[in-house]
């Protein structure tokens, strides 16, 4: 990320801090979604959700955080609350920790993410650990992933409409390119929201999905039931 935009997010104020969290990992949470399927992530992921510091930019459906969040942003504001990138860019921007766990809002994670990805960081080339979901996508996902949080905000520049490319296929190709390793684990995580929810969530401001995605999806259909 570049240092200037990252200078320019920097918040006036800061909410609240849980001074007793693990200060290893930062969760990075930008919100964009129902208050219910809130409530389904906070229930799934509660023992993270309190053992970590957490930083939150709410754009619609988040308020059920705070309780949890050492920083805590409501905003209406397009630049950094509509975009995922900017939103994420505002957020990663903010972590001082060692490391980032990168989280969307719609994602329940598996029982000991956490502790079985931190042991792949003793692979010095190693930027990243990522899981796919539970229904298959075709690649790693980079809502559930967790970073070295230097690496990461030196690398993240993600904006759809700038790179035409889906946040994942965009970003596990920057690491490679800098000749990092994006690692897996034999897990998966649980996705709340089906790709057709995630479509008609885009055209309110999060745009989890893009062409390359429906692409590959529609070529496995078209393989599978119509030839």
């Known amino acids: 990320m570049d240092p200037k935009n990252r200078t320019s997010l920097k918040p006036r104020a800061c909410a609240r801090v849980h001074f007793d969290k693990d200060k290893k990992i930062t969760i990075a949470l930008p919100v964009f979604e129902d208050p219910e399927i809130v409530a389904k992530f906070i229930d799934g992921n509660k023992e993270i959700l309190e053992k970590y510091p957490l930083i939150v930019i709410d754009r619609n459906g988040g308020e059920a955080l705070k309780e949890y969040a050492s920083f805590y942003r409501k905003t209406c504001c397009p630049t950094i609350g509509l975009p995922l990138g900017s939103s994420r860019g505002f957020l990663i921007g903010?972590?001082?920790?060692?490391?980032?766990?990168?989280?969307?809002?719609?994602?329940?994670?598996?029982?000991?993410?956490?502790?079985?990805?931190?042991?792949?960081?003793?692979?010095?080339?190693?930027?990243?650990?990522?899981?796919?979901?539970?229904?298959?996508?075709?690649?790693l996902a980079f809502g559930p992933s967790i970073w070295?949080?230097?690496?990461?905000?030196?690398?993240?520049?993600?904006?759809?409409?700038?790179?035409?490319?889906?946040?994942?296929?965009?970003?596990?190709?920057?690491?490679?390119?800098?000749?990092?390793?994006?690692?897996?684990?034999?897990?998966?995580?649980?996705?709340?929201?089906?790709?057709?929810?995630?479509?008609?969530?885009?055209?309110?401001?999060?745009?989890?999905?893009?062409?390359?995605?429906?692409?590959?999806?529609?070529?496995?259909?078209?393989?599978r039931f119509l030839v």
């Open 94 to 139: 903010r972590v001082e920790t060692e490391f980032t766990l990168n989280l969307d809002v719609d994602v329940l994670l598996p029982k000991h993410f956490v502790k079985e990805s931190l042991k792949k960081f003793e692979d010095p080339k190693v930027a990243v650990v990522a899981l796919d979901y539970e229904n298959l996508q075709g690649h």
């Open 148 to 223: 070295r949080t230097e690496i990461l905000q030196n690398l993240y520049d993600w904006g759809l409409w700038k790179t035409r490319k889906c946040e994942c296929i965009y970003m596990w190709g920057k690491v490679r390119g800098a000749k990092y390793k994006v690692e897996t684990l034999g897990m998966r995580a649980k996705h709340l929201r089906s790709v057709s929810i995630l479509i008609g969530q885009g055209k309110r401001g999060f745009l989890n999905c893009s062409w390359n995605i429906l692409s590959r999806l529609y070529t496995r259909f078209k393989r």
